[in-house]
Structures are given as C-alpha cells and as structure tokens.
C-alpha cells in the first residue's frame, strides 16, 4: 500500500489551472465541513479516544508562533492515519492529565507503555493518566543528557582559553608587539580547536572523519580531561547497546556512576544526577528497547505539513486538517 503524501491546497489548485487564494477559500468554507467542525470543537484540546492503544508516545511540539502543545500518539499507527491520539495546547501537567483523563479510563487502562522524555511534567502527565502504563524514558534525550555534560566542559574550556587570548593580545599591544597565536598542526589556534570540536564529541570514534580524528588527538594531548569525560560518555552510550537486561543495565549504570564520581567533573556529575534521578524510568527501556522516535518522526511530519502550507495564519484549519490526515 502507497502512503499518500500532504499536499498543499496552492499546489493542487495550480496542477488543476485553478486560482490559489479562491480554491483554498472553497474548499475551508463549502467544499470541507471544516466550520462544522469548528462549532463543535473544544478550545486548544483534541481527543481521539478510539486512537489510543498499547503502546503510546507523548511529547511536545510547537505548531504556531513558538506556542507548545501537547501531543500524544499510538505507535503502531507508524505516523499515518490513527496516529494522533491527542493534542492539548501547552505542557501545564494539570491541564494536559485534565484533558486526557476525559477518555475512560478503561481505555486509558489499556496502554501498556509509553514513552517520554525526561521533563518533570510529562512525568506527570504520564502517571496520572495512564496508571497501568510502564514509564520508558527515551534513550536518546537521556545520552543527550550525558553529551551535554562533556559539552559543558568543553565551553568552558574555549571560554578559558578565549580570556587567555585576549589577555596576551592586550600585554603584546602595551608592548608594541605583533600578537602571533599559538597554532597546532592542524591549523587551528586552541580556541578554533576547542569550537569545531564541538560535532566529533557528540559522535563514537568509528564514525570519525579523517580530519576529526586528528583534530581529536590534539584535543584529548591538549585537554585530557576532556578526553576523560568524553570516554564516560562513550560508557554510558555502551550500557546501552551491551546490555541484555534491565539487571545487567543496572549493575553497569552503577559502574558508570562510580567511575564519574571518581574523575570529579562537576559537569559530568551533574548529568549523573539527572540519570539517578530518572533511572527506574531509564531501565525500563530494557524491557522493550522503545524509544520516543515514533513521537520524534511525527512532530517532524506535523513541520514539514506546515512548511508546505508556508506557515499558519488560521490554526483552527490547520488543526482541522491535521486530523483528517492523522486522527
């Protein structure tokens, strides 16, 4: 079966020698049955309770001027239609389990699992709303959590380094001398060397490029205590794909949380504290090996149907639509 693909109304008018702005206004005003929809629809809240199912995803997403919504979606629909099982404007935890306990709960009692990020209020969202549901944080935001630890460092570190310049600018200025920076054999100076290392520290030394692996060695000779928080990182992402349970998961988690406490970076520590405190919801990944990138793909078909439309100017529409391709 072929997956149809969203089309803009400009688009369709212009394949059918149809004007743009009059077709679009035929179709919201008498072709559709959009402003029947409208009278019975409730302000910044949509429920589709026969779309919900076992296995669910929630996450936020902005659909116009920057505001955040809600959106839960059913897995197994793989992003087509039934996907979309709710959409709330906003992310106030109160106000999006309000919405989503209007389901019964007998249907609510069904889901199985869902998966989310690492923010409190989804935490709560989820809990609240779905009881029988086992909790997975999604795999990728919590490594994010750990990359940006390593991140951290090494910002502070060019930042570091920046003062060091500018200092010695100013001396060989007062001097009335010409100001050479240091530079490697790569050609970068160390404040060069510390920014375009910004993309090889997010990724594993086997998807290095030939310039990033030299540029690599002279980051970790340079700054090894870099080397040594990118390497936890590299541990922590290793938890991930070697282990075969969520009791093997656990005792190298414990391993990984001991080596960062004995290399004392403040920033590394840190993200082990946000790891501590979601670890029940990080093991359950374990169980299923879910992850949010059903929700991720989603969300990314939800921008790409409005970069087709060329932005929002009336959201009821663009709501409506939505629902004829998703719900």
């Known amino acids: 079966m072929v997956e149809t693909q969203p089309v803009s109304i400009n688009d369709l008018a212009k394949r059918n020698k149809l004007n743009g702005s009059t077709f679009k206004k035929q179709y919201k005003e008498n072709l559709s049955d959009f402003r029947e929809w409208e009278q019975g629809l409730i302000p910044d ?9 076992p296995r669910m995803s929630i996450d936020e997403t902005s659909l116009h001027n920057g505001e955040l919504y809600t959106i839960v979606t059913n ?23 309000e919405a989503i306990c209007t389901v019964p709960i007998g249907i609510r009692m069904k889901v199985e ?10 935490d709560f969202i ?11 944080a999604d795999r990728f935001h919590f490594q994010k959590v750990v990359s940006e630890g390593v991140q951290e460092m090494r910002i502070k570190l060019r930042r570091a380094a920046i003062d060091e310049e500018n200092l010695k600018i100013m001396e060989a200025r007062k001097q009335k001398k010409a100001y050479k920076s240091q ?29 990033q692996r030299e540029r690599a060695c002279i980051l970790f000779d340079e700054f090894p205590a870099l080397k040594t928080a990118y390497m936890s990182s590299l541990m922590f992402r290793n938890i991930f794909e070697t282990a075969k349970s969520r009791e093997e998961g656990k005792a190298k988690l414990n391993k990984w949380h001991e080596k960062v406490s004995e290399d004392g970076f403040t920033e590394m ?34 921008k790409g149907f409005r970069a087709l439309l060329r932005g929002v100017s009336d959201i009821n529409f663009f709501l409506f639509r939505i629902e004829k391709l998703f719900a």
């Open 75 to 97: 897995k197994d629909a793989k992003g087509k239609k039934g996907a979309l099982a709710a959409l709330i404007k906003g992310t106030k935890a109160s106000i999006v389990s």
């Open 269 to 302: 520590i840190s993200a082990g504290n946000t790891i501590k405190t979601n670890e029940g919801k990080i093991l359950n990944y374990f169980y299923t090996r879910s992850t949010n990138a059903s929700a991720e793909s989603f969300n990314a078909k939800l």
């Open 113 to 122: 699992e869902i998966t989310l990020d690492l923010a409190n209020n989804m």
């Open 45 to 53: 809240t949509l429920i589709y309770p026969k779309n919900f199912g």
């Open 126 to 136: 989820c809990r609240e709303s779905f009881p029988n549901a086992v909790l997975t």
């Open 183 to 211: 530079t490697y054999t790569n050609g970068d100076t160390p404040k060069q060397l510390l920014a375009r290392s910004i993309y090889l520290l997010f990724k594993p030394k086997n998807k290095w490029t030939q310039s």
